[in-house]
Nanobody
Framework: VQLQASGGGLVQPGESLRLSCTASGFTLGDYAVAWFRRAPGKEREAISCIDDSDGYSQYFYADSVKGRFTLSRDNAKNTAFLQMRSLKPEDTAVYYC????????????????WGRGTLVTVSS
């Protein structure tokens, strides 16, 4: 059972990146998915999650990324994505995807599976 996050890199302010989170050994569509990030010198923060517990997908975003980041999921590929637009230097962080049974949550301790993390650097 594994989650693999990928897609990070170095970009300039205002540019875009798409992160991927691919599951192996389990069906990602049966799990709530979230993205977290840890910026240098800061605590890990939740930035987005999907909640399907009410029978339909609800997407939640932290204020810091709302309107710029979009979380999506392709069940056929067993993969979730985080599309990031209008990136800012303060978005520089290691990004992690996570999955859990049940409803989406902002609490990292509730997640069962974690990807390894992918580094996003936004700098001119």
């Amino acid at each position: 059972v594994q989650l693999q996050a990928s897609g990070g890199g170095l970009v300039q302010p205002g540019e875009s990146l798409r992160l991927s989170c691919t599951a192996s050994g389990f069906t990602l569509g049966d799990y709530a998915v979230a993205w977290f990030r840890r910026a240098p010198g800061k605590e890990r923060e939740a930035i987005s999650c999907i909640d399907d517990s009410d029978g339909y997908s609800q997407y939640f975003y932290a204020d810091s990324v709302k309107g710029r980041f979009t979380l999506s999921r392709d069940n056929a590929k067993n993969t979730a994505f985080l599309q990031m637009r209008s990136l800012k230097p303060e978005d520089t962080a290691v990004y992690y995807c996570a999955a859990r049974r049940g409803s989406g949550s902002w609490n990292s301790w509730q997640y069962d599976y974690w990807g390894r993390g992918t580094l996003v650097t936004v700098s001119s």
